[in-house]
């Protein structure tokens, strides 16, 4: 139907609504790379996505989650979702980095743009380039640090709903053909360990990106101001941040083997300033996560 809304268009989303509507988490995401581009230049006009949205929304009984899937390149991704900014059908950009130092930035733009145009989103890493790598399985990258730092915790501090993980072509198991889930065993408790943080430790739909109240250039941080703070310090060191007047506890978190919270070398501070973190449990170099709440 040449991308419009009519019969077979509309034929095919009543069949996917009837089989798989009912099941938990489902999203539906509008498109691969969606949109024309210079170098695939057929595609659905913002019109016709929007059209499909409503159609999605008026027949899905389960009122689930509707997305679109990005382009890459940063020029294209602003181009194309700047047209969905306060439509009330599009409720998230499925965003695909092609950069993954972009995501963290990226994600904190959408929420702070969909929130000014008074229908807030929310914001998924999908997919991470370079399209040939992704995540790759644990026997290429045992660590995870880059991804772990810059896409899993760079979304999720900057405000934004998480990641869904890209396997790259280049190495086995990538996404076109994976049938073990296990080679990627590492990468998912990592991710446990990040959403484990999340639930136990943070009210964080409460909470918003706070980057510029801390003194280090490359960390996160997430604040319920004057209550809660969680900062995190990729290169395991402590920063400075500035605290309304009263008394908070400092721990540490290390996100890449989950666990308790930990002691560092400050345990209690009196806000009223910039006051330092102290350092982490341990000088390892690696990442680490301060925890601060108002005693």
């Known amino acids: 139907d ?27 995401n509008l498109g691969e790379e969606h949109h024309a581009t210079q170098w695939s230049p057929y595609g659905q006009t913002y019109r016709d996505t929007k059209l499909m949205a409503d159609y999605l929304r008026e027949t899905d009984p389960y009122n689930n989650f509707i997305v679109i899937h990005t382009h890459s390149a940063p020029q294209q991704r602003l181009k194309d979702m ?25 994600a904190k733009y959408w929420l702070k743009e969909s929130s000014k145009a008074n229908h807030k989103w929310v914001v998924c890493s999908d997919e991470i380039g370079q399209h040939w790598k992704g ?76 980057n510029e109240i801390t003194r280090d250039n490359f960390s996160y941080c997430l604040a319920k101001e004057g209550e809660v703070y969680a900062i995190y310090l990729p290169e395991g060191r402590g920063t ?18 989950g666990g308790d919270l930990l002691k560092g070398s400050l345990t209690n501070v009196n806000g ?20 601060i709440k108002r005693e």
């Open 2 to 28: 040449c991308g419009y809304l009519d019969v077979q268009r509309k034929l095919y989303l009543r069949e996917l609504i009837a089989r798989f509507s009912h099941n938990l988490a489902i999203t539906w």
């Open 82 to 106: 700047t047209e969905y900014l306060g439509f009330r059908n599009i409720e998230g950009p499925s965003v695909q980095c092609g950069n993954i130092d972009e995501v963290h930035d990226d």
């Open 135 to 210: 995540a790759m399985p644990d026997e290429f990258d045992p660590a995870h640090d880059t991804i772990r730092h810059k896409v899993l915790w760079g979304n999720l501090m900057a405000g934004g709903a998480g990641v869904e993980w890209y396997f790259g072509y280049n190495f086995p198991h990538s996404d076109l053909s994976c049938e073990d889930w296990r080679s990627r065993d590492i990468l998912w408790d990592q991710t446990r360990f990040a959403l484990d943080f999340f639930h136990k430790y943070l009210p964080f739909t409460e909470m918003t990106n706070a």
């Open 240 to 257: 400075e941040i500035r605290l309304p007047q009263g008394g908070y506890s400092m721990e540490w978190y290390n996100p890449r083997t």
């Open 272 to 291: 009223g300033g910039f006051r330092s973190t102290g350092n982490p449990p341990a000088s390892d170099g690696k990442d680490w996560v301060c925890l």
